[in-house]
C-alpha cells in the first residue's frame, strides 16, 4: 500500500510564498506521475501540477509562471513551490500519485493554503 505525507500549507499574505512537500511511501511502481490538486471551498477539485517520473511537467494555466513542480524520485518526493500567491490559490492542496502500469491512484490527506489580501 502506498502512502502520502503533506507538508508545508498554512497561512500566507497574497504576494507570498509556500513550499508543499510530499513524501510518498510503499510500494511504488518507479513510472508514475506525482502531482498536486487543490479543492477551493465550495468548488470542485483540479489539477496543479504533475511531474512526470522522467521530468515532464504540466500546469494548470492558472498557475503558470508562478508555480514550481519537482521530485526527487530516489526519495519519492514531490515539491511545490508557489510564488507570488494570490486569495483565489486558497484551498486544500492534496498530493496524488499516478501508477502508469496500471492507472492506480494515491491520495495524500490534503493540506490547507489560505492566501490573505
Known amino acids: 500500500q502506498v502512502q502520502l505525507v503533506e507538508s508545508g500549507g498554512g497561512l500566507v499574505q497574497a504576494g507570498g510564498s509556500l513550499r508543499l512537500s510530499c513524501a510518498a511511501s510503499?510500494?511504488?511502481?518507479?513510472?508514475?506521475?506525482m502531482g498536486w490538486f487543490r479543492q477551493p471551498p465550495g468548488k470542485q477539485r483540479e489539477r496543479v501540477a504533475r511531474i512526470h517520473s522522467g521530468g515532464n511537467t504540466n500546469y494548470a494555466d492558472s498557475v503558470k509562471g508562478r508555480f514550481t513542480i519537482s521530485r526527487d524520485n530516489a526519495k519519492n518526493t514531490v515539491h511545490l513551490q508557489m510564488n507570488s500567491l494570490k486569495p483565489e490559490d486558497t484551498a486544500v492542496y492534496y498530493c496524488?500519485?499516478?501508477?502508469?502500469?496500471?492507472?492506480?491512484?494515491?491520495w495524500g490527506q490534503g493540506t490547507q493554503v489560505t492566501v490573505s489580501s
Open positions: 496524488n500519485l499516478v501508477e502508469l502500469r496500471n492507472g492506480v491512484e494515491y
Open positions: 510503499g510500494s511504488i511502481f518507479s513510472i508514475n506521475f
